[in-house]
């Protein structure tokens, strides 16, 4: 059974950082493609970051300079950390792994992150 456990979420305020952590289960961690998506209310999921085994990252441009992603294959994490929160970053953030060679994606529950000006 796959298992994707975000945490970290909560209230910060504007400029303030938080750490979001996703624990993986029940995949070849190895064999993913990890990222992170959001969604905020009344707008579609779109991706924040990815990170691909081999440590190559891409980010959204919204992320990119704030955010970062990284991940630990050894104890099947991935993490996102934010700095310089906006309260455009409000969203429910999901973690995602997606296995290019089966083409099959999972998803975590997701973690509310909301940011006040």
């Known amino acids: 059974q796959v298992q994707l456990v975000e945490s970290g979420g909560g209230l910060v305020q504007a400029e303030e950082s938080l750490r979001l952590s996703c624990a993986a289960s029940g995949i070849i961690f190895s064999l993913n493609i990890m990222e992170w998506y959001r969604q905020a209310p009344g707008k579609q999921r779109e991706l924040v970051a990815g990170i691909t085994s081999g440590g190559i990252t891409n980010y959204a441009e919204s992320a990119k300079g704030r955010f970062t992603i990284s991940r630990d294959n050894a104890k099947n994490t991935v993490d996102l950390q934010m700095n310089s929160l906006k309260p455009d970053d409000t969203a429910v953030y999901y973690c995602?792994?997606?296995?290019?060679?089966?083409?099959?994606?999972?998803w975590g529950q997701g973690t509310q992150v909301t940011v006040s000006s």
């Open positions: 995602s792994a997606y296995m290019p060679s089966s083409k099959r994606r999972y």
